[in-house]
C-alpha cells in the first residue's frame, strides 16, 4: 500500500499557475502508475491527468491538455501536476492516486487506483 500526501494548492487568479506535488511513502511508488482526479463541488470525481510507472507515457483529460503536465520523480517519490493557464472550471479539489497493478501503463479510471491522498483545494478566480 502506499500512502499520499498532496500539497500545493492555493488560490490564484484566472491565467495563472499552480503546481501540484504529491508525496509518497511505501516500497511500492516506483512500479506504481500514478494519477490526477478532481472534484468540484456538486460533481463527481474526474479524470485529469495519469503517468506511468517509469514517467515514459503521460495522458491527459481533454480539458486540461496543453494546459497541465504531469511527471514524476522516482528517486523523490513524488508526482507532480504543474498547472498552467488555470480557468475557473479548474477549481476543486485534486487528488493523487496510485494504480493497483505494478509496473502498469496509463490507468484513467477511479476504479484502477488503490490508494488515495486525502486532497488539496485549487481555486481559481475570475
Known amino acids: 500500500q502506499v500512502q499520499l500526501v498532496e500539497s500545493g494548492g492555493g488560490l490564484v487568479q484566472a491565467g495563472g499557475s499552480l503546481r501540484l506535488s504529491c508525496a509518497a511513502s511505501?516500497?511500492?511508488?516506483?512500479?506504481?502508475?500514478m494519477g490526477w482526479f478532481r472534484q468540484a463541488p456538486g460533481k463527481e470525481r474526474e479524470f485529469v491527468a495519469t503517468?506511468?510507472?517509469?514517467?515514459?507515457?503521460?495522458a491527459y483529460a481533454d480539458s486540461v491538455k496543453g494546459r497541465f503536465t504531469i511527471s514524476r520523480d522516482n528517486a523523490k517519490s513524488t508526482v507532480y501536476l504543474q498547472m498552467n493557464s488555470l480557468k475557473p472550471e479548474d477549481t476543486a479539489v485534486y487528488y493523487c492516486?496510485?494504480?493497483?497493478?505494478?509496473?502498469?501503463?496509463?490507468?484513467?479510471?477511479?476504479?484502477?487506483?488503490?490508494?488515495w491522498g486525502q486532497g488539496t483545494q485549487v481555486t481559481v478566480s475570475s
Open positions: 492516486a496510485a494504480g493497483r497493478s505494478k509496473y502498469a501503463s496509463l490507468l484513467r479510471g477511479a476504479a484502477d487506483f488503490g490508494s
Open positions: 511505501g516500497r511500492t511508488f516506483s512500479s506504481s502508475a
Open positions: 503517468i506511468n510507472w517509469s514517467g515514459s507515457s503521460t
